[in-house]
T-cell receptor
Framework: GQQVMQIPQYQHVQEGEDFTTYCNSS?????IQWYKQRPGGHPVFLIQ?????EVKKQKRLTFQFGEAKKNSSLHITATQTTDVGTYFC???????????FGTGTSLTVIP | NAGVTQTPKFQVLKTGQSMTLQCAQD?????MSWYRQDPGMGLRLIHY???????DQGEVPNGYNVSRSTTEDFPLRLLSAAPSQTSVYFC????????????FGPGTRLTVT
């Protein structure tokens, strides 16, 4: 079945530094979503990427979907303390009935 | 709209006890699912449902039962709680399968002693 690895699992950055997390799949993905979970909270949807090579931006966040649709990245420019949390890139199965979240990347921002 | 609601927010059980975690959504979503979240293990899918009367297993279904008698409700039953089921449980829903964002409930923190 599909295997999606997210790296790194943990990342500590100084406030103002950039941050990137990557999701890599062994197979082609139909789409990929990104979610953010604040400490003590629940996952919240950020964005969905569908097209090969797609790039989407939300303020300081840039999301990319690889040309082969096997990898994706989330880049945060000039991190702020409000960026703290765990970022997930869940993928669905071919039938679209199951969404696997994995461990995500936990981001700590040091003021 | 209240979105996805879960009750209770916290629960302590003794080993062997049974209980039901409640999940309800008022968005007329067809798809509902249950996840558990443990430190270092991320979110793991327990069971899901693509509509009333239809349920299926996810990654970690053992020890849990579900049913979907209405579109709105998707309860998760623990028949005989075990310490290994200590976790935070999230219910999520979406309007259809295949990539539409999942809306999560606030979670239930369960401790089994």
């Amino acid at each position: 079945g599909q295997q999606v690895m997210q790296i790194p699992q943990y990342q500590h950055v100084q406030e103002g530094e950039d941050f990137t997390t990557y999701c890599n799949s062994s197979t082609t993905l139909s789409n990929i979503q990104w979610y953010k979970q604040r400490p003590g909270g629940h996952p919240v949807f950020l964005i969905q990427l569908v097209k090969s090579g797609e790039v989407k931006k939300q303020k300081r966040l840039t999301f990319q979907f690889g040309e082969a649709k096997k990898n994706s990245s989330l880049h945060i420019t000039a991190t702020q303390t409000t960026d703290v949390g765990t970022y997930f890139c869940p993928h669905g199965t071919n039938t679209g009935n199951q969404f696997y979240f994995g461990t995500g990347t936990s981001l700590t921002v040091i003021p | 709209n209240a979105g996805v609601t879960q009750t209770p927010k916290f629960q302590v059980l003794k080993t062997g006890q049974s209980m039901t975690l409640q999940c309800a959504q008022d968005m007329n979503h067809e798809y509902m699912s249950w996840y558990r979240q443990d430190p270092g293990m991320g979110l793991r899918l327990i069971h899901y449902s693509v509509g009333a009367g239809i349920t299926d297993q996810g990654e970690v279904p053992n020890g849990y039962n579900v049913s979907r008698s209405t579109t709105e409700d998707f309860p998760l039953r623990l028949l005989s709680a075990a310490p290994s089921q200590t976790s935070v449980y999230f219910c999520a829903s979406s309007s259809w399968t295949g990539g539409v964002p999942l809306y999560f409930g606030p979670g239930t923190r369960l401790t089994v002693t």
